[in-house]
């Protein structure tokens, strides 16, 4: 199963509604989690079975979706959110993938 | 609070092969039914799982990479280890080993700092 990500960069200022949109090549039902990754660190987990907010993840993020069409919304950008964000597949039949990422900079 | 460290050579010949250790700390490999795995993620690039292991052993990979990884656990030592064989500069990349958020899905919750591994003569 193939992931794509879409934009595959974006500048954004603080205080803006971002929204980064994942695409599954089948359909993978609500096993999509999604991550953010600063430079020099591992990533972290943000979002799991497509909308459930880790533990201590800030209410801003927000995902939804099901099946081939995932989103990941911030609704008001902070700074330290500047990082890229990767979504991962989590189906057991084909193993796991993640999505190409995407980077969000400050405008 | 669960911790994990990867160590290993930092730098590996090309044809050898590459071998890395995930220490667990916080918490033990064969409690709780959870799978432990390998990503990957070259410089400036993306990440790539490289494979997984169940705490029962069982084992789990990336069909582009599995004729050459191997990954195994050491219940009594409280790691698991990586194996890639026949590397090549392409498998230079920072390695991370994880565990997944719950028994029930793959997502990774827990992840070591990373280790560079660099494929060269």
């Known amino acids: 199963i193939q992931l794509t990500q879409s934009p595959s960069s974006l500048s954004a200022s603080v205080g803006d509604r971002v929204t980064i949109t994942c695409r599954a090549s089948?359909?993978?039902?609500?096993?999509l989690a999604w991550y953010q990754q600063k430079p020099g660190k591992a990533p972290k987990l943000l979002i799991y079975?497509?909308?459930t907010l880790q533990s201590g993840v800030p209410s801003r993020f927000s995902g939804s979706g099901s099946g081939t069409d995932f989103t990941l919304t911030i609704s008001s950008l902070q700074p330290e959110d500047f990082a890229t964000y990767y979504c991962?597949?989590?189906?057991?039949?084909?193993?796991?993938?993640f999505g190409p990422g995407t980077k969000v900079d400050i405008k | 609070q669960l911790q994990l460290q990867e160590s290993g050579p930092g730098l590996v010949k090309p044809s050898e092969t590459l071998s890395l250790t995930c220490t667990v700390s916080?918490?033990?490999?064969?409690?709780?039914?959870?799978?432990w795995g390998w990503i990957r993620q070259p410089p400036g690039k993306g990440l790539e799982w490289i494979g997984s292991?169940?705490?029962?052993?069982?084992?789990y990979y990336n069909p582009s990479l599995k004729s050459r990884v191997t990954i195994s656990l050491d219940m009594s030592k409280s790691h698991f280890s990586l194996k890639l064989n026949s590397v090549t500069a392409a498998d230079t990349a920072i390695y991370y080993c994880?565990?997944?958020?719950?028994?029930?899905?793959?997502?990774?919750?827990?992840w070591g700092q990373g280790a560079l591994v660099t494929v060269s003569s």
């Open positions: 089948q359909g993978i039902s609500s096993y």
């Open positions: 292991i169940y705490y029962s052993g069982s084992t």
């Open positions: 079975a497509a909308s």
């Open positions: 994880a565990r997944v958020h719950s028994p029930s899905d793959s997502c990774f919750e827990y």
């Open positions: 991962q597949q989590l189906t057991s039949d084909s193993g796991v993938t």
């Open positions: 916080g918490g033990s490999i064969t409690s709780g039914r959870y799978y």
